[in-house]
């Protein structure tokens, strides 16, 4: 536990240096440090991006449709919403959808386990949902594979990091035709057909740097394989600034304008409780988040009516322990607070009992989000139509037979 203590803590500072909200000599230190490996860093991606051009790396073509959703940044641009409107949409168009995850941050079998399987055994990777019922908790899923196979019901989700075997598994098993790279624009091992590029309007390309530096993961100018572009926590007539920036690096991509709209709590410990957002307005209200931009969850509440009492920001994707909770639980005890809110990302990593009891003495919601177009939406039609058509064709072509 320390060690995970100490590790989480510096994390936590890693991003604020990062994202210059930490100053002083370490921190100085740390960034010129960061600032060297992230040239480093950009030398291997332009190579290896290279390597595939020149095809002396070659990516697999697995057979059928394959959608990459991803970004240049890491975290925060709200992807999940995405991924799980295209794939309903893509469901619901008559497509054999798969959805296949990394599983980032997923609980990972012991080493000696792992070996045997990926070089003496049967490949098989990890089915979270079969399309039928959820089979794995998000400890091993992984929180944004759990999320959506728990969201969508219907459709499977497949974690692996060799997302092209997984990929392969997919089609023989479960008779894809639309494959769904969640966090897909870095993997180049599978041939994508699209790909669907998200750019957060708040950060587009985060601080400028590179990783380790800052938060991209590619140079601003690789946007030009990008066949889609949405622009998130879009505001209705402030993007023109940065849809010319895009259109330096790419002339010919769709761009789409997108906001993640809150839509109800939910009580993380009983599901039938829902409230609407007016709720929200003039209660006091504790916040926890583990996201990569806690700060624009907050804002969402406060815009919500919602006044923050107290807060508590952990590391990306940190999984919450009991006591954690039965300490931020008393603190909202303590001053009176009508509930405690989370992120639907983060209660997927809390803890099934707080305190050996079945509901907190606070009551914990997470807010609900789904994505909605506000510019572009003929763009995204001609997309669903694009993926949907050759499906229906061939569904005629059979009846005429």
């Known amino acids: 536990m320390a060690f995970r203590d100490s590790l989480d803590r510096f994390e936590q500072f890693a991003t604020d240096v990062i994202l210059e909200r930490r100053f002083g000599k370490r921190a100085l230190l740390l960034r010129w440090f960061l600032y060297c490996l992230s040239w480093l860093f950009r030398g291997i991606v332009k190579t290896r991006l290279w390597l595939y051009r020149r095809r002396i790396r070659k990516a697999r073509q697995l057979g059928v449709t394959v959608v990459s959703i991803g970004n240049l940044t890491v975290g925060g641009t709200g992807k999940t919403p995405v991924v799980e409107r295209l794939a309903r949409q893509l469901k619901d168009g008559g497509r054999n959808v798969v959805i296949l ?10 080493f000696l386990r792992r070996l045997r399987r990926n070089f003496f055994g049967k490949f098989k990777p990890r089915v979270v949902h079969d399309g039928k019922r959820l089979l794995m908790d998000s400890a091993w899923a992984g929180d944004e594979p759990y999320m959506l196979a728990r969201s969508l019901a219907n459709v499977p989700v497949v974690v692996d990091r060799n997302r092209a075997k997984a990929g392969a598994f997919a089609v023989k098993e479960f008779n894809a035709d639309v494959l769904i790279l969640d966090d897909g624009m870095q993997y180049l091992d ?52 940065l849809i010319d920036r895009i259109r330096q690096y790419n002339r010919t991509a769709e761009i789409i304008e997108c906001v993640h709209q809150p839509k109800h709590l939910e009580n993380l410990y009983d599901p039938a409780d829902r409230l609407p957002l007016s709720h929200l307005r003039d209660k006091y209200i504790g916040v926890l988040s583990g996201i990569a931009r806690p700060e624009s969850f907050e804002d969402m509440l406060k815009k919500l009516g919602a006044e923050l009492v107290i807060t508590a920001r952990f590391a990306d994707h940190h999984r919450f322990r009991g006591q954690e909770l039965q300490d931020f639980v008393a603190r909202a005890v303590r001053r009176d607070l009508d509930f405690i809110v989370t992120t639907e990302k983060d209660g997927v990593r809390f803890p099934a009992r707080i305190g050996g009891a079945d509901k907190p003495e606070v009551p914990i919601y997470f807010l609900r989000v789904a994505i909605e177009i506000i510019a572009g939406q003929e763009s995204w039609d001609g997309l669903i139509a694009r993926l ?6 061939a569904a005629r072509e059979r009846v005429l037979v």
């Open 101 to 110: 995850s990394r599983g980032y941050k997923s609980r990972k079998h012991p």
């Open 190 to 241: 599978v041939e994508h057909r699209l790909d669907i590029c998200l750019i957060d309007r708040q950060a587009p390309f985060g601080n400028e740097f590179l990783l380790p530096r800052g938060t991209l993961r590619e140079p601003p100018s690789h946007l030009r394989r990008a066949n889609y572009i949405l622009i998130t926590k879009a505001i209705p007539g402030e993007s023109a600034a």
């Open 388 to 393: 949907t058509q050759r499906r229906k064709v």
